[in-house]
């Protein structure tokens, strides 16, 4: 029994943790795999996304030179009023006025973007001037920011555009300076530069509004891989060594600085010669997805804990139940006592254990029916074996009267033909009584019946046959239609005015065969009908029915409860009756 107890926890533990277990481990694994799939594809198109869209946000923004460069290099009027102003010792009144309508729009331009420092417009003059934003005709000797003259005079000469960051500082006082990235503009005009400042700080604020994760990192990168500003990141990514993430030619790399794995994307500024550069962490791309799995492993351990307290629980309820179920089939096949058991307790094992006593209590009334059946079978094959007896008494004496008749007559008269078809009947009866015949077979003896019936009444009926040859071949039970013919005959014709007809139709179809004996006989009123009915299906046994009843009962023990006999009739116009039985050939 405690080998018992174990095994049924065993299987209980089983039975209730699948459930529990596959569905959570199969949500989880899908969730995870199609979390991941769905990053995995989208990862590299949204970043290439984001960084173009940076780009372009980017570009819009240092493309503001290309306007300057317009005004202050192509518009001639403008270049020469300007040219005139820096160059001359003393300034006049006209140029003043034409001078501040130039300022005007400059200081309009500069302050309409906020993300403009201040523009500076330079014209060669041997006096040190030049022009900026917010403070107007201006000597190099006596202002804050002059590095991007140093940084203009030194760069090479063919170069017409380039960018650099710088940090100046306004005031001493200042203790923090203030990063700009400074577009030059070469003028190819006049001899000159157009000088734009870009806050570094409100690109690096575009930066950080445009990363989808906070720890994503996006660099932009001069022509010579210096970076020239960044976004700012919730990591320690910010010390991330940038020729590590340039030598990679995959999207994922891993990181000996940051130990971890990143995706990265890189798309390229032609204009600028610049290098948009995405990097975030793995687990962080893959945030949810880790999340996800967590949440499985979680379940599966909660899962797990529950069965094995609910199948214990179970398990130590039902076990009971259980060794008295046991406890009952053992004792039923030892024959003994079955033992009580406790009627209170009202669940689905005492419903077992009650189904089990009837069971067996069912089984033993069985076993008398069958008993019983046994000894009727047994009595019936008696009867059936004296009852031949007769019969082939009645036939050797019946052919010896024929050829006695025959001495005595010596002519083929009526009585003789009746005699010899008598015989043949007879013949046909105790051969094989029990086995199945052909339909051929069936029909040659049914006509001979007949050939009796119409010399015993001469001119009362007429038969008429209908049937292809190809139903001969098949087999069904024996004297099938020479009982429902002599029906016809005694219940039907025999007590009609004038002469009666008889039709046989036999018909073969979808390996189902048909037959029907139709009279125009007296026929049946309505309550008789119904009561030759009712007694077609009592499952009884009839000792002078040999006939219609007979024949149903052969049927349906021949070929189930589903087939059998069926009639129709109207008093006054005739008889129907039908078979339908499955075949066979032989």
């Given at each position: 029994?405690?080998?018992?107890?174990k095994n049924?926890?065993?299987k209980n533990?089983?039975?209730f943790?699948?459930?529990?277990l596959i569905?959570?481990?199969?949500?989880?694994?899908?969730?995870?795999?199609?979390?991941?799939?769905?990053i995995?594809?989208?990862?590299?198109q949204?970043n290439?996304?984001l960084?173009?869209q940076t780009?372009?946000n980017?570009?819009?923004?240092?493309n503001?030179i290309?306007?300057l460069n317009i005004?202050?290099d192509?518009?001639s009027n403008i270049?020469?009023?300007?040219?005139?102003?820096l160059?001359?010792?003393?300034?006049?009144?006209?140029d003043?006025i034409?001078?501040?309508?130039?300022c005007f729009?400059l200081?309009?331009?500069?302050?309409?973007?906020p993300y403009?420092?201040?523009?500076?417009i330079?014209?060669e003059?041997?006096?040190?001037?030049?022009?900026?934003?917010n403070?107007g005709i201006t000597?190099l000797?006596?202002?804050?920011?002059?590095?991007?003259y140093?940084?203009?005079?030194n760069?090479p000469?063919n170069e017409?555009?380039?960018i650099?960051?710088?940090d100046v500082?306004?005031?001493?006082?200042?203790e923090k300076e203030t990063k700009?990235i400074?577009?030059?503009?070469?003028m190819?005009l006049?001899?000159?530069?157009?000088?734009?400042?870009?806050k570094?700080?409100y690109?690096?604020?575009l930066l950080?509004?445009?990363v989808?994760a906070p720890?994503?990192k996006?660099?932009?990168l001069?022509?010579n891989n210096s970076?020239i500003?960044?976004n700012?990141?919730s990591?320690?990514?910010n010390?991330?060594?940038i020729?590590?993430?340039?030598?990679?030619n995959?999207?994922?790399?891993y990181s000996?600085?940051e130990?971890?794995?990143?995706s990265?994307t890189?798309?390229?500024?032609?204009?600028?010669?610049w290098?948009?550069?995405?990097?975030i962490p793995e687990d962080?791309?893959y945030y949810?997805?880790?999340?996800?799995?967590?949440?499985t492993i979680?379940?599966?351990?909660?899962?797990?804990?529950?069965?094995?307290?609910l199948?214990?629980y179970?398990?130590?309820k039902?076990?009971?139940?259980?060794?008295n179920?046991?406890?009952?089939?053992?004792?039923?096949k030892?024959s003994?006592?079955?033992?009580?058991?406790?009627s209170n307790?009202?669940?689905e094992?005492?419903?077992i254990i009650e189904?089990l006593?009837?069971t067996?209590?069912e089984?033993?009334?069985?076993?008398?029916q069958?008993?019983e059946r046994?000894?009727?079978l047994?009595?019936m094959?008696?009867?059936a074996?004296?009852?031949?007896?007769n019969p082939?008494?009645l036939?050797?004496?019946?052919?010896t009267?024929?050829?006695e008749v025959i001495?005595?007559?010596?002519s083929?008269?009526?009585?003789?033909?009746?005699?010899?078809?008598?015989?043949s009947?007879?013949?046909y009866?105790l051969?094989?009584?029990?086995?199945?015949v052909?339909?051929g077979?069936?029909i040659r003896?049914t006509?001979t019946y007949l050939?009796?019936?119409?010399?015993r009444?001469a001119?009362?009926?007429?038969?008429?046959?209908?049937?292809?040859?190809?139903?001969?071949?098949?087999h069904?039970?024996?004297?099938?239609i020479?009982?429902?013919?002599e029906?016809s005959i005694?219940?039907?014709?025999?007590?009609?005015?004038?002469k009666?007809?008889?039709?046989i139709?036999?018909?073969?179809k979808?390996?189902?065969?048909?037959l029907?004996i139709?009279?125009?006989?007296?026929?049946?009123?309505?309550q008789?009908l119904?009561n030759?009915r009712?007694?077609?299906?009592?499952?009884g046994?009839?000792?002078?029915?040999?006939g219609?009843f007979?024949?149903?009962?052969?049927l349906?023990?021949?070929?189930?409860?589903?087939?059998?006999?069926l009639i129709n009739s109207?008093?006054g116009?005739?008889?129907?009756?039908y078979?339908k039985?499955?075949?066979?050939y032989?």
């Amino acid at each position: 029994m405690n080998f018992l107890n174990k095994n049924f926890f065993r299987k209980n533990l089983i039975i209730f943790l699948i459930p529990l277990l596959i569905p959570t481990l199969l949500l989880g694994a899908l969730s995870i795999a199609i979390t991941q799939g769905y990053i995995k594809n989208q990862i590299a198109q949204n970043n290439t996304d984001l960084l173009n869209q940076t780009k372009s946000n980017i570009d819009l923004i240092f493309n503001e030179i290309d306007t300057l460069n317009i005004q202050f290099d192509y518009n001639s009027n403008i270049a020469l009023t300007l040219k005139n102003v820096l160059k001359e010792e003393t300034i006049y009144s006209p140029d003043l006025i034409n001078t501040d309508k130039i300022c005007f729009f400059l200081n309009s331009f500069a302050n309409s973007k906020p993300y403009i420092y201040s523009i500076h417009i330079y014209y060669e003059n041997e006096n040190g001037r030049f022009y900026t934003t917010n403070n107007g005709i201006t000597n190099l000797n006596n202002y804050f920011d002059t590095s991007w003259y140093k940084n203009y005079l030194n760069h090479p000469a063919n170069e017409k555009l380039w960018i650099e960051t710088r940090d100046v500082k306004q005031y001493d006082f200042e203790e923090k300076e203030t990063k700009l990235i400074t577009v030059y503009k070469r003028m190819a005009l006049n001899n000159g530069v157009i000088v734009l400042n870009i806050k570094a700080d409100y690109i690096q604020d575009l930066l950080n509004k445009s990363v989808t994760a906070p720890e994503q990192k996006i660099f932009i990168l001069d022509e010579n891989n210096s970076e020239i500003i960044s976004n700012k990141t919730s990591n320690n990514i910010n010390n991330f060594n940038i020729n590590e993430l340039l030598k990679s030619n995959t999207n994922v790399i891993y990181s000996t600085s940051e130990n971890k794995f990143l995706s990265k994307t890189i798309i390229h500024s032609d204009r600028f010669s610049w290098n948009y550069i995405s990097i975030i962490p793995e687990d962080a791309l893959y945030y949810v997805s880790i999340r996800l799995g967590k949440y499985t492993i979680i379940l599966l351990l909660v899962s797990f804990i529950l069965g094995l307290i609910l199948t214990f629980y179970l398990t130590r309820k039902n076990y009971k139940q259980i060794s008295n179920i046991i406890s009952i089939i053992d004792s039923a096949k030892k024959s003994q006592t079955i033992p009580v058991i406790s009627s209170n307790t009202k669940n689905e094992f005492s419903y077992i254990i009650e189904n089990l006593i009837t069971t067996f209590i069912e089984q033993d009334y069985l076993k008398v029916q069958l008993s019983e059946r046994k000894y009727k079978l047994e009595n019936m094959e008696l009867i059936a074996l004296q009852s031949q007896i007769n019969p082939h008494f009645l036939y050797n004496t019946l052919h010896t009267i024929y050829w006695e008749v025959i001495k005595a007559t010596g002519s083929n008269s009526k009585p003789i033909r009746m005699i010899e078809n008598l015989s043949s009947i007879l013949d046909y009866s105790l051969t094989t009584p029990c086995g199945k015949v052909s339909l051929g077979d069936e029909i040659r003896y049914t006509k001979t019946y007949l050939d009796i019936q119409m010399i015993r009444y001469a001119d009362k009926f007429d038969v008429l046959w209908t049937y292809n040859k190809n139903v001969e071949p098949v087999h069904t039970i024996k004297l099938l239609i020479q009982p429902l013919v002599e029906n016809s005959i005694y219940h039907g014709i025999k007590n009609k005015d004038g002469k009666g007809k008889i039709k046989i139709k036999i018909l073969l179809k979808n390996d189902l065969l048909t037959l029907a004996i139709i009279d125009n006989g007296i026929g049946i009123d309505t309550q008789n009908l119904k009561n030759i009915r009712d007694k077609l299906n009592f499952d009884g046994e009839y000792s002078n029915h040999i006939g219609l009843f007979n024949t149903n009962k052969r049927l349906k023990l021949t070929y189930g409860d589903n087939y059998g006999l069926l009639i129709n009739s109207k008093l006054g116009l005739g008889t129907v009756i039908y078979i339908k039985i499955p075949i066979g050939y032989n």
